[in-house]
């Protein structure tokens, strides 16, 4: 075991035990039930990563014994047709799940169409209404990303009570909804943005440093507190000059991970948590709708 091997938040390893626990318990209820759970992925247009993230959903799906509703759009679809696809999976009894791969193409407002997915099927998240229950501390469905970060850092028994987190990035996707997790387990939350003036000195205070901007390498040493737990939530390709490409975080990994406690890597951190989320988030769904 090399030196940094103990400090490494593995995800995938804790997406696999979270996927092996759904399915048993899938394969206990299905006969039951008389169904397994059904995900529905709506992907608009040709975005290749949007193409790579459906198919990884498809799969882990298929994998724990999930049905799968995807649906592959084309990328002219009008905003009325699309919330019409949306109306039917809300009606369909065999669906317990609907997420919208995001980004959509310019011309169809995101926003007015996750409002239209019922907020008992929203495994996302991201409906007003689950935010709400977030913000309450009442039981509901949360945010992918958040919740697996959540997940992560109980797996490997981080406390949180008392500790200072400072949590980069205020999209409502990541940054807003952990800040509120973290609040939740008691943690004092900054959030810090891209008009957070003395950046540095502000994530140098931090036990438990969230980096979720989408800025490639944006963290280095010099900002982290040493023993400090470091979460990226950052996934940026970027590329070299033979034009080979290769996935990043927001983190500069080598450096920060000789003086952080913990750190997650890119990828295999942040990422597989997403999707092991989601898929709970469904089974959360299937179980409310059958009293399980």
């Avoid at 882990?60 to 999930?66: L, N, P, S, T, V």
């Avoid at 109980?154 to 940054?175: D, M």
């Avoid at 970027?238 to 406690?261: H, M, P, T, W």
Wanted: overall charge neutral.
């Amino acid at each position: 075991m090399n030196q940094n091997q103990h400090r490494i938040l593995d995800g995938k390893a804790l997406s696999r035990k979270i996927q092996n626990h759904l399915q048993e318990k899938i394969a206990e209820f299905h006969p039951k039930i008389g169904r397994p759970p059904g995900l529905a992925v709506l992907m608009v247009g040709d975005n290749p990563a949007s193409a790579v993230y459906v198919r990884n959903k498809e799969k882990a799906c298929q994998r724990i014994g999930m049905a799968s509703f995807g649906k592959h759009l084309p990328g002219n679809i009008t905003q009325e047709a699309l919330a019409a696809e949306i109306a039917a999976l809300n009606d369909d009894n065999n669906v317990d799940g609907i997420l919208i791969q995001l980004p959509l193409p310019k011309h169809l407002d995101a926003v007015t169409l996750l409002h239209q997915i019922d907020p008992d099927k929203d495994a996302d998240g991201l409906h007003p209404l689950n935010l709400g229950k977030l913000v309450r501390s009442e039981p509901g469905l949360r945010s992918c990303t958040p919740a697996g970060v959540m997940k992560l850092l109980a797996e490997y028994n981080i406390a949180l009570e008392g500790k200072k987190a400072v949590v980069i990035g205020r999209s409502i996707l990541v940054g807003k909804p952990l800040g509120l997790m973290l609040l939740e387990k008691n943690a004092t939350v900054t959030m810090a943005h891209s008009r957070t003036q003395n950046l540095a000195e502000v994530c140098q205070e931090a036990d438990i440093l969230v980096a979720a901007v989408g800025k490639p390498k944006l963290i280095t040493d010099s900002m982290v507190k040493p023993g400090a737990v470091v979460i990226d939530v950052g996934i940026n390709r970027i590329s070299d000059q033979e034009g080979n490409s290769r996935l990043v975080g927001d983190v500069e990994f080598d450096s920060v991970s000789k003086i952080a406690s913990y750190i997650t890597p890119v990828p295999g951190g942040v990422g597989p948590m997403t999707v092991a989320m989601l898929l709970s988030n469904t089974y959360w769904s299937y179980c409310q709708k059958f009293g399980l």
